[in-house]
T-cell receptor
Framework: DSGVTQTPKHLITATGQRVTLRCSPR?????VYWYQQSLDQGLQFLIQ???????AKGNILERFSAQQFPDLHSELNLSSLELGDSALYFC??????????????FGPGTRLTVL | AQSVTQPDIHITVSEGASLELRCNYS??????LFWYVQSPGQGLQLLLK????DTLVQGIKGFEAEFKRSQSSFNLRKPSVHWSDAAEYFC???????????WGAGTKLIIKP
């Protein structure tokens, strides 16, 4: 158990809909990362927050957005869903925002299926 | 451009045999290198990391990796694999100027009984 929790574990929805994925980082970790893992794209970094502020952006679509709240939990919002958004979405956390300083601890993921 | 290449999509080895998973990177500065493992249905877990110093690093579960700057490689090794090592392995690189890691495509390890 990494200490990172993600809800829900599974989500099935229809095209055009909007969903929210939630992540609680390990106790004391200030940084949260979101990743998308699909069979054709592999593991893709989406976005990172550090202590409530956006720190780095990767291959995140404009239909997707995220935020980190004062209690440090984070939400990833996916809207106007398409079939191709079906994937496993991981959240990870680390103590700080620096790559070289900290290990990223991954949650178990949320499997999103868009029908 | 910064990139990480894991040239083997799948590798099959017999239980008890030795293992080497390849990772090559392209990075303009001093790299920080990582290997993560993803067991079926699980999130990723850090196996080992290299920041500086001894180029041979030891990790968890009996894994080790060697940083070779001249070859831009950070290959993962294990002298004798166990069935429980069947998983997907990811190499990643980062650096001082990055807040994010650059990930390889992963290598799926299959263990033959």
């Amino acid at each position: 158990d990494s200490g990172v929790t993600q809800t829900p574990k599974h989500l099935i929805t229809a095209t055009g809909q909007r969903v929210t994925l939630r992540c609680s980082p390990r106790s004391g970790d200030l940084s949260v990362y979101w990743y998308q893992q699909s069979l054709d794209q592999g593991l893709q970094f989406l976005i990172q927050y550090y202590n409530g502020e956006e720190r780095a952006k990767g291959n995140i679509l404009e239909r997707f957005s995220a935020q980190q709240f004062p209690d440090l939990h984070s939400e990833l919002n996916l809207s106007s869903l398409e079939l191709g958004d079906s994937a496993l979405y991981f959240c990870a956390s680390s103590a700080s925002g620096r790559v070289q300083s900290n290990e990223q601890f991954f949650g178990p993921g949320t499997r999103l299926t868009v029908l | 451009a910064q990139s990480v290449t894991q040239p083997d999509i799948h590798i099959t080895v017999s239980e008890g045999a030795s293992l080497e998973l390849r990772c090559n990177y392209s990075y303009g500065a001093t790299p920080y290198l990582f290997w993560y493992v993803q067991s079926p249905g699980q999130g990723l877990q850090l196996l080992l990391k290299y920041f500086s110093g001894d180029t041979l690093v030891q990790g968890i579960k009996g894994f080790e990796a060697e940083f070779k700057r001249s070859q831009s490689s950070f290959n993962l090794r294990k002298p004798s694999v166990h069935w429980s090592d069947a998983a997907e392995y990811f190499c990643a690189v980062g650096g001082d100027s990055n807040y994010q890691l650059i990930w390889g495509a992963g290598t799926k390890l299959i263990i033959k009984p």
